[in-house]
């Protein structure tokens, strides 16, 4: 029983000297400089007035400075000579951080400061990443390659980004040839690239994540045509593949040459213009969700045909939609039948030819038995009259007795 005791005790005993331990431990501190621009490490500390400040790189010092004489020796680091300095006035209130001018990829990694004194000594460490961020994306097509390809890029980012480019629906990657590469300038900064083959009705969508994922850029591209009847009103899609919240939506039209906006919207302020007044208005009110389709009012041939661009904007995010509208005159297509309905009229027209056909075929028959009637009378009347003789070298020509029907009195004085 004692001895579960005494090892209970110890157990506390460790866990308070670990817990301690840990407490008294000054975590580390991380700090991100933004490439080729000045950057401060932090570092605190109580103090006396007779401090020395040492600033390592890697445990290669880089700084050092002596409380009332100044700076004590050249940096081990050639890299940091002249670029760093403290701030000298604040020394005296406890602030020993250090000040590096135009960072950039080599100055990365673990720092230390390590003030000394006549009653005490401290240290930090700081963690320090430097990063060129990303400030746009861009999602295009191209005929480079000999067909067409869609390419999604950005440059001049610290680290190098992660490029992702898929299509909705999905296809097979063999189908779309992926192909990435990405390449270093002499400050170090990338140009990253992803390209895949253009295929037809699809959503082309890319995304673009920093190497430490502080940001994630999102960018989609759409290309299709549509065609409708002049003077009948005509939807023209656009919704992004996401629920934008805080968007602004613009809507070009493009013809020939020449290109103007034609309709904007500001969800945040809920504020619209348009060139076109009557003529467009939004398919959903305040566009809600990212939806930005616009109704075309009555659209006329000559006028509305053209490339319409759709382009859905918020924050790291970007949704283009190029759309081709053609616009068919309202008498040709009045003249081009579909084709549902040219097939219903082949079996109305043979059904119309049998009624014609039977309906010739019964007023036939009801001629030939009048005929036959007529033809009978006219037989008897003759059989009364005497026989007459036809000389056979006259020529006479035959009869048809269903021709007309001839009374007695005309067949006496025929003979």
Known sequence: MRAMAAAHSWTCLLLLWIIADTSAKTPDVQVTCMFSEDCVLPCVFE??????????????????????????????????????????????????????????????????????????????????????????????????????????????????????????????????QTFARKTADKQGRYSVESKIRKLEDLTYICLVQSFYRSETWRTSLQEKEISSIEGQDLKI???????????????????????????????????????????????????????????????????????????????????????????????????????????????ATVITSLAVSAVAAIVTIKCKVGCSKSSQTNVEAAEMQPIRETDANSGAPSEDPCLTERSPTELHENT
């Open 47 to 176: 103090a006396v007035g007779d401090e020395i400040i040492y600033w390592f790189r890697q445990n290669v010092m880089i700084h050092s400075y002596k409380q009332g004489s100044g700076l004590l020796e050249q940096p081990a680091d050639q890299h940091y000579n002249n670029r760093t300095s403290l701030f000298t006035e604040v020394i005296s209130s406890g602030n020993a951080s250090v000040h590096i001018q135009k960072s950039g990829p080599r100055d990365r990694g673990k720092y230390r400061c390590l003030v000394t004194s006549s009653r005490k000594t401290s240290e930090q460490f700081i963690i320090v990443k430097v990063e060129a961020p990303i400030h746009s994306v861009s999602l295009e097509t191209t005929r480079l390659s000999g067909f067409e390809e869609v390419i999604c890029s950005t440059r001049d980012v610290y680290p190098a980004p992660r490029v992702t480019l898929y299509t909705e629906p999905a296809v097979q990657p063999d189908a779309l």
């Open 237 to 347: 899609s656009c919704t992004a593949p996401w629920n934008l919240q805080n968007f602004t939506l613009t809507w070009s039209f493009t013809k020939g040459h020449e290109s103007s906006t034609i309709y904007t919207y500001d969800s945040l302020t809920q504020l619209s213009s348009s060139v076109w007044k009557e003529r467009v208005r939004l398919v959903t009110p305040r566009a809600q969700g990212g939806d930005g389709s616009l109704q075309l009012l009555i659209p006329l041939r000559l006028e509305d045909a053209g490339l319409y661009t759709c382009i859905l904007s918020a924050l790291r995010t970007k949704h283009e939609v190029r759309i081709r509208v053609n616009i068919i005159e309202s008498t040709v297509s009045a003249r081009r039948q579909p084709e549902s309905s040219i097939r219903w009229w082949i079996p």
